[in-house]
């Protein structure tokens, strides 16, 4: 089946430095991706929507200078947390749906900010 | 807005015992999904129900769709150790249907 892979797959960096997290759907093209971020013994929360060719949609909240999304292939999409800081530690995960319309997730990445 | 409410929020269940897990949504949607996370790792998918009555079993799981109560349940019959996760159903956003929007998470545990 289609696959979501998701690098790195770990990430620890100091506060003030940026952070690129890459999602790439193996073996289909998506023209949508989408990035959830979860905090420990919570839920996950969509953070936006990454569209190929234009800029990403992100939800209330959200802000856009700090996490900047850009998708610019069909099977390409990255999440930089520009300028990090500890409270920006957490567990990214992205999704996308294959032309059936079966969703996949990626495998996470979690990112630790000292 | 849309919510999805789980309970209980935690669960605490003997091996071989059986529970059920509720999900409640807020507005109508099209298709309800569980999926399943062990501690550190992404989601497994383990059902998608997309109508109503709509009912699926895998192994001891089983899950139920009922549109008109906006309600999903996720039944656990005799459960095991290997059970042990925690619980998310999820519904298609009102608008953007590969928007998810996931419920607040039922952990499990499964002690002998």
């Known amino acids: 089946g289609a696959v979501v892979s998701q690098h790195p797959s770990r990430v620890i960096c100091k506060s003030g430095t940026s952070v690129k997290i890459e999602c790439r759907s193996l073996?289909?093209?998506?023209?949508?991706m989408f990035w959830y971020r979860q905090f420990p013994k919570q839920s996950l929360m969509l953070m936006a929507t990454?569209?190929?060719?234009?800029?990403?949609?992100?939800e209330q909240g959200v802000e856009k200078d700090k996490f900047l999304i850009n998708h610019a292939s069909l099977t390409l999409s990255t999440l930089t947390v520009t300028s990090a800081h500890p409270e920006d530690s957490s567990f990214y995960i992205c999704?996308?749906?294959?032309?059936?319309?079966?969703?996949?997730f990626g495998e996470g990445s979690r990112l630790t900010v000292l | 807005e849309l919510k999805v409410e789980q309970n209980p929020l935690f669960l605490s269940m003997q091996e071989g015992k059986n529970y059920t897990i509720y999900c409640n949504y807020s507005?109508?949607?099209?298709?309800l999904y569980w999926y399943r996370q062990d501690p550190g790792k992404s989601l497994e998918s383990l059902f998608v129900?997309?109508?109503?009555?709509a009912v699926k079993q895998e192994g001891r799981l089983m899950a139920s769709l009922d549109t008109k109560a906006r309600l999903s349940t996720l039944h656990i019959t005799a459960a095991v150790h290997d059970l042990s996760a925690t619980y998310f159903c999820?519904?298609?956003?009102?608008?953007?249907?590969?928007?998810?929007?996931f419920g607040t998470g039922t952990r499990l545990q499964v002690f002998p």
């Open positions: 999704s996308a749906r294959d032309h059936p319309g079966e969703l996949f």
């Open positions: 129900l997309l109508s109503n009555g």
């Open positions: 073996d289909f093209q998506a023209t949508t």
């Open positions: 999820a519904v298609d956003h009102t608008y953007n249907t590969d928007k998810l929007i």
């Open positions: 507005t109508t949607s099209d298709r």
């Open positions: 990454s569209n190929e060719g234009s800029k990403a949609t992100y």
